[in-house]
């Protein structure tokens, strides 16, 4: 996928950054399709409080909830754009000036938006969703059975399109996600479409 190539890179040229991403039309989204709606899908959630101290990557547990979706939603045919992915769990780790538009453009540029907001909160994340939500994304939200989220996180589905997703174990969770992306975009599409 064009995910896999994205992770060689090692030194992120910023100027080849800066084209990449605003190449194509950004407002203009490849139309909804495929088993849960979408072709492509931003996955967000909790990153440099992941990363081991001592190597600079993320643990091998601490990446299961990431690559079990990603799995997942490729087996499904969608393309999904994951930064701790792209960034080789740590190993190849952006500057904050780099990956930052970048999220951004990804966001902008995707069907659907999905996160894990992560405890303790994770504040890139937090943002991300600031972005998706102001986009009119379909969002997900993945939240822990027992946690605390914070107020604007359990209230965003009052003014954007969201829906949540409470799990113990995230493997089980799979088809409810798969039912709450299928809504999540479903209703994004009812409300975008002329009456
Ligand atoms: O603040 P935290 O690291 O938990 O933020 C994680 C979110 O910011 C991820 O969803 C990811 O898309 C983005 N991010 C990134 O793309 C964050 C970092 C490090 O903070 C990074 N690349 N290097």
């Known amino acids: 996928t064009t995910e896999s190539t ?4 090692t030194a992120p040229d910023p ?24 072709r492509t899908l931003f996955l967000a959630g909790p990153f440099i409080q992941l990363l081991d101290p001592l190597t600079g990557r993320m643990p091998e547990a601490a990446r299961t909830p990431f690559t079990e979706l990603i799995a997942h939603f490729e087996a499904l045919g969608v393309s999904v754009h994951n930064a701790h992915r792209r960034e080789a769990w740590g190993a190849e780790l952006m500057r904050p000036e780099v990956c930052t538009p970048l999220d ?13 907001p992560g ?6 994340t937090h943002i991300e969703i600031g972005w998706a939500s102001a986009f009119g994304k379909p969002i997900v939200l993945l939240l822990e059975r027992g946690r605390e989220y914070t107020f604007l996180v359990r209230g965003l589905g009052t003014v954007a399109t969201v829906e949540y997703v409470e799990y ?11 039912r ?10 009812e409300a975008a479409a002329p009456a």
């Not at 951004?104 to 894990?116: G, K, S, Y």
């Not at 113990?168 to 798969?178: G, I, K």
């Open 15 to 38: 100027t080849a950054t800066t084209t990449a991403a605003t190449a194509p039309d950004p407002a203009a989204p490849a139309p909804a399709a495929g088993p849960v709606g979408a």
């Open 104 to 116: 951004r453009d990804e966001i902008r540029r995707a069907d659907a938006f999905v996160a894990l």
């Open 6 to 9: 994205a992770t060689t890179t």
């Open 180 to 189: 709450a992306l299928r809504r999540a975009v479903a209703r994004h599409r």
């Open 119 to 124: 405890h303790p909160a994770s504040p890139g």
């Open 168 to 178: 113990t174990v995230l493997a089980d969770a799979l088809p409810e996600v798969d």
